[in-house]
């Protein structure tokens, strides 16, 4: 089994910077905020959850209205936490059996990348972490380039 590397820090910290550099050394890097939005849009278990939560609307046309998602999770804090125990094991499952497939079962390391690494249970499923700082200007700065 590969050694599991967590790679977490805000945002704008360069998260995804580190990754690459992860990448381009030849080791597989799970991209967390990526997978969650595939299983969001497979799962149809999951869909019927947040559905519930948030409102019938929510994969009206087939696709995820994020506005109306973002509309909800703002709405009050405890709406975040909600949607987060519906979404945050299945991506753990997801990152495990990543880990398990035979390509990344045979490398001497993987890792995962997410902003919310601890909050989301996922510090037991890394054996390294590591915390990607910076000043907060700098944050701010790229995430305004950004987005």
Known sequence: MP?????TGGIGSGKSVVARLLEIMGIPVYLSDVEAKRIIHEDLCLRGELCALVGDDLFAGGTLNRAMLSAYLFADAGHAEKVNRLVHPLVKTDFRRWVSAPRNKAMKMVAIE??????????????????????????????????
């Open 3 to 7: 050694i599991k590397i967590g790679i």
């Open 114 to 147: 997410s902003a919310i690494l601890i909050e989301a249970g996922f510090r037991s499923e890394v054996d390294v972490l590591v915390a990607v700082c910076a000043p907060r200007e700098v944050r701010l700065q790229r995430a305004m380039r950004r987005d």
